[in-house]
């Protein structure tokens, strides 16, 4: 390995060759470092406007991998699997260097030139079956060190051209000014409704108990319209997530966002791993991680998947690998994935020498964990059952490099754009114990997650229909405007204090990935020491253009007493919000005011948000318990409501004096049957509920009354310590 200008001299009486013969033959790795503060995500966009970007983001080349302007393109009529092995002889290569190579997807539909498969259903928006392009040089992330390298398989006749993207990159890097756009994604929807789905799932089923399959991996796709840029909404979700085998592939008139977390193959010498996943628990807050990490544990249907899968990776591997070297080091851990757990296993195996990558990509693709066994069997039943043929989706994006070997993902949590719409497959593995409702409630369950993070979410007519006169609403905050946390200051002291703090630096790694400033503790304790009688200290947080959060603390008076037995209470409106507000206090409130003074709500009136599935969420203003036969029921914290300070010590107290507690999703009807309701917030304490339009009234009960002295009075009791 040496520097650009000390290779540029090398060689030079060879023969030159024409641009595209430049991939074969001999090539010398170069590696220089390029100093850069910025994220990948930071990086990818400087790509924007360049020929066929691509970025592997996450744990790809150990790190991240990201390119232009490839010396080749591969053609339709090209063997993608073939072209592959079409590499130069790579000299001075270090160990962790990727150099170039070809990068790109492997389309689902590939799978036909490998078997005989019946004729693919309809494609609404077809895709190239694959798109490769050979890359002589990259930005590589070393994650080890912490630092950006330009890479490149130098040529004598690419000299030139290497050079002067050498010195672009470091431009870029330097002097980069290019930030996130807007983009705008409608509902996501399947286009034929999600019945058609469940119809599949059973006649799944019936194929089972018949003898002709295992297991199926039924998908359905979510669509929606779309107008931007596909990099701007890659990079959005890339830094919420964070998934493992992130990749963007850039084309003229298309592109993939894949936010994959499964590693479908990985060849280093003659070495190849494969990390197959089946089964799949949401997961949305860390209180109950435990518990769901148990069920999937424990659950026979799901162990069932990952086994059947894992069996069948044995398999592929067998057919290229050398006898008795394939082996099941891990089988069925529990990995944490963004609003999920899934199962995973590992599979291993050494290629026999006369194995190129072609010969493995054709014994192994399509992924066996994204279509199911027997795998042509399995195929053949997708390709009948599924309402519309996979694109992308289901096939593999990474690269081949004759330094770094192969590295490849499986196409899931995965968006392709085109032709002004953006959609998305979800899917899952069908066993003879499936329930055909709960198949595709996991479908969606899949989504979510995904969906959340890029701004987007599911078409609101998905749940139960509505109810009276509620509507859906899609209340998107504008993440840019920031954050709040209320606290109640009583006798100079900022109640609950660390609690609030602790839940807005959570929410400030979560979304903008910094740290709460050191001294906010001391500031917000002097603030609060300035406080007479009650009142209300808001703490606003904001990201600045680079780095840091900007942030700022403001009190005023409030016309309130915590110790006040009785006195008005709430009455609810129920409005429909698709996945809620999720588990972060906002600054922007522009759509919930929009929305009051749509319906006209009065000053004791606030909404009660209901998911599309119909669970009841949360008020505009607090968290929901129902007291039913004197037990306290609430929302769990799942990622769809704020993880009330509040909420927390009233069951907490509730715990103390000896009341039945139960966190559960529950039903807009159920409330009729509680004979007590009430609301929890820090500045409010315990509201009682009076009213909710169309679903009943109650009065002020004593398990309200007693759970809001005992809230009181343990305030002031702090309050004077």
């Known amino acids: ?311 069948l990776m044995r398999n592929d591997l067998g057919r290229v690998c050398k006898p008795g070297s394939v082996k099941v080091p891990s089988l069925c851990r529990a990995e944490a994935h963004p609003g999920l757990w899934h199962l995973v296993s590992d599979v291993v195996g050494e290629l026999r ?109 998905f749940g139960p229909p509505s109810q009276g006169s509620i509507a859906t609403n899609e209340l998107r905050p504008d993440v840019r405007r920031g954050l709040i946390e209320t606290l109640l200051v009583v006798r100079g002291v900022a109640v609950e204090r660390d609690a609030h703090l602790d839940r807005l630096s959570a929410s400030v790694d979560a979304l903008y990935q910094e740290s709460l400033p050191v001294g906010i503790l001391g500031e917000v304790q002097l603030a609060a020491g300035k406080c007479r009688d009650i009142s209300r200290l808001r703490i606003s947080v904001s990201p600045r253009e680079r780095g840091h959060v900007a942030w700022s603390i403001d009190a005023e008076a409030v016309d309130h007493s915590i110790i006040q037995a009785s006195g008005e209470g709430s009455e609810l409106v129920p409005v429909r919000v698709g996945g809620g507000l999720g588990p972060h206090k906002w600054r922007d409130r522009d759509r919930l005011a929009e929305l009051a003074a749509r319906h006209g709500l009065a000053k004791s009136q606030e909404f009660l948000m209901i998911d599309r599935n119909g669970d009841v969420l949360e008020s505009e203003r607090g968290n929901l318990f129902a007291v039913v036969d004197g037990c306290l029921l609430t929302s769990p914290s799942d990622g769809r409501i704020l993880p009330g300070v509040t909420r927390a010590r009233v069951l907490s107290i509730a715990g103390r004096l000896g009341m039945a507690a139960l966190v559960e999703s529950q039903a807009l009807d159920r409330l009729t049957e509680a004979d007590e309701v009430f609301l929890t917030s820090a500045i409010r304490g315990i509201v009682p509920v009076v009213s909710c339009r169309g679903n009943g009234r109650w009065p002020s009960g004593p398990i309200t009354l007693r759970l809001k002295n005992e809230l009181a009075e343990l305030w002031l009791q702090r309050a004077s310590l």
Request: aromatic share 8%.
């Open 353 to 461: 020498d006369d194995v190129d990558d072609a010969a493995l990509l054709r014994a192994t693709f399509p992924p066996g964990s994204v279509t199911g066994a027997p795998k042509i069997r399995a195929m053949e039943r997708i390709a009948e059952l599924e309402g519309s043929a996979r694109e992308a989706y289901t096939g593999s994006v990474g690269y081949v490099s004759p330094l770094a070997g192969v590295e490849l993902n499986v196409v899931i949590r995965t968006l392709e754009f085109a032709g002004g719409r953006v959609w998305l497959g979800v899917g899952g593995g069908i066993v003879s114990d499936s329930d055909p409702q709960a198949e595709t409630e996991e479908c969606f369950t899949k989504a979510v997650p995904l969906l959340r993070a890029i701004g987007a979410s599911l078409d609101g007519h």
């Open 1 to 311: 390995m040496t520097s650009m200008n000390e290779r540029t001299a090398v060689g030079t009486s060879s023969k030159p060759a024409p641009d595209h013969d430049a991939a074969l033959g001999e090539a010398w790795l170069v590696r220089e470092e390029l100093p850069s503060s910025l994220t990948a995500a930071e990086v990818a966009l400087l790509f924007r406007d360049d020929q066929r970007p691509f970025a592997l983001v996450g744990n790809w080349g150990g790190g991240a991998i990201i390119g232009s302007a490839p010396l080749r393109v591969a053609g339709a009529d090209d063997d993608p699997f073939s072209i592959i092995t079409e590499l130069p002889v790579a000299k001075d290569g270090i160990h962790g260097a990727i150099g170039g190579g070809w990068f790109g997807y492997f389309g689902y539909q590939l799978g036909g030139r490998i078997e005989d498969l019946p004729r693919v259903p309809h494609r609404p928006i077809p895709l190239p079956e694959f798109s490769l392009a050979y890359y002589d040089h990259l930005l590589h992330y070393d994650k080890n060190h912490q630092v950006w390298c330009f890479e490149a398989l130098w040529t004598p006749q690419r000299a030139t051209v290497l050079r002067s993207r050498l010195e672009l990159f470091r431009k870029r890097l330097a002097e980069s000014t290019e930030r996130q756009r807007d983009y705008r994604i409608g509902g996501f929807a399947p286009p034929d409704g999600k019945a058609d789905h469940q119809a599949g799932v059973r006649r799944v089923i019936e194929h089972i108990f018949e003898g002709d399959v295992f297991q199926v991996n039924l998908c359905m796709r979510l669509e929606a319209s779309f107008s931007g840029g596909p990099l701007d909404v890659f990079c959005a979700g890339v830094q919420r997530l964070k998934p493992p085998y992130a990749a963007f592939i850039g084309n003229p008139s298309s592109a993939i966002a894949s936010f994959s977390p499964e590693l479908f193959l990985r060849r280093v010498g003659r070495q190849v791993f494969t990390s197959p996943i089946k089964g799949t628990i949401s997961c949305l807050s860390s209180h109950e991680a435990s518990e769901q990490v148990r069920k999937l544990l424990e659950s026979d249907k799901d162990r069932a998947e990952n086994v059947m899968i894992v069996d």
